[in-house]
Structure formats: C-alpha cells, structure tokens
C-alpha cells in the first residue's frame, strides 16, 4: 500500500486543493468507487470540513498514469475502445482508439484520487478553500469595472 493524493476541488471558489494521505488512513478509501459521497469524518486529521458538507469522489489515476473510468467495473486495468474522455480526447468526429484505463473502484494501485466538495443546497459561507490573494483582487478589480460602467 502507498500513500494517495487526493486532489479537493473546490466548486463555489474554483480552487483545488491537493492532500497527502497516509498509508494507514488510505485503506479507508480502498472499495470506494467513482460517484460515492464520502463522509467528512475520514479526512479529519488532513482538511477541516464542516460535518454538513460531503465529499464525491470524481475519478482519479493509477501508479502508471492510466485514468479511471466510470464505465469499467473493479480495480483492474483494461484496454477499452474509447471514443470520448476519460482517457481518450479525440481529434476527429466518431475516432475512436483503444486505452489502457483502470475500473472505477478505487484498489491498492491508485495513486491519486480526485473528488469534489458538495455543499448542501442551503449553504450561505465562504468557500472552505478560499481564493488566493491573485484571485480576490482580479474579482475586486472586475466588481470595480462593473461598477464604474
């Protein structure tokens, strides 16, 4: 067993946050698949959530780069015929090629995980990782634009 990353994004500032989870705290994720709502709870001792806002796991990769692909059932890696992403970007209309992806469950060979926060449907706060200091003032400069116009 290796150590992940799990990269939390972010959807009400549109940053992401990149964790290192340990070992013994990554076997929590293992069985976990693409889609599941994960509770805050297992990542307590890296990123502080509140108990109300969920976390989704949204994909992620395996050691060897390949991609995790909703479509395909397990842990294991397979060549699949893939005509749209993950995996595959197409340069023409109806190209299809054949990719080394990995199963949508998360397995002892996946390296990093990507999930999104889901905030429930009242949420009123800031976001939980916030904009950097770039970011807030290109927005105060936009707001300043907008209301000079």
């Known amino acids: 067993m290796v150590d992940i990353k799990l990269v939390l994004s972010d959807p009400l500032s549109g940053k992401a946050k990149q964790i290192e989870i340990k070992e013994k705290d990554a076997a929590r994720f293992m ?5 599941d709502v994960v509770e805050p709870a ?3 001792d ?19 780069g390949a991609p995790m692909h909703p479509s395909i059932m397990g842990a294991g ?22 990719r080394l992806v990995r199963g ?4 002892d060979q996946v390296a990093q995980i990507n999930a999104v926060l889901v905030y429930p449907a009242n ?8 904009l950097g200091d770039k970011e807030a ?8 634009a907008l209301a000079e116009s």
């Open 31 to 35: 069985g976990l698949r693409i889609g």
């Open 42 to 44: 297992l990542l307590r």
């Open 46 to 64: 890296y990123v502080e959530l509140p108990p109300s806002v969920k976390v989704k796991i949204t994909g992620g990769s395996g050691i060897e």
């Open 77 to 98: 890696k397979v060549y699949a015929l893939l005509s749209a992403p993950p995996g595959h970007h197409p340069k023409r209309r109806g190209e299809r090629r054949r």
């Open 104 to 107: 949508n469950a998360v397995g």
């Open 123 to 130: 949420w009123d706060g800031t976001p939980i990782i916030p």
């Open 137 to 144: 003032q290109r927005l105060a400069q936009k707001e300043e």
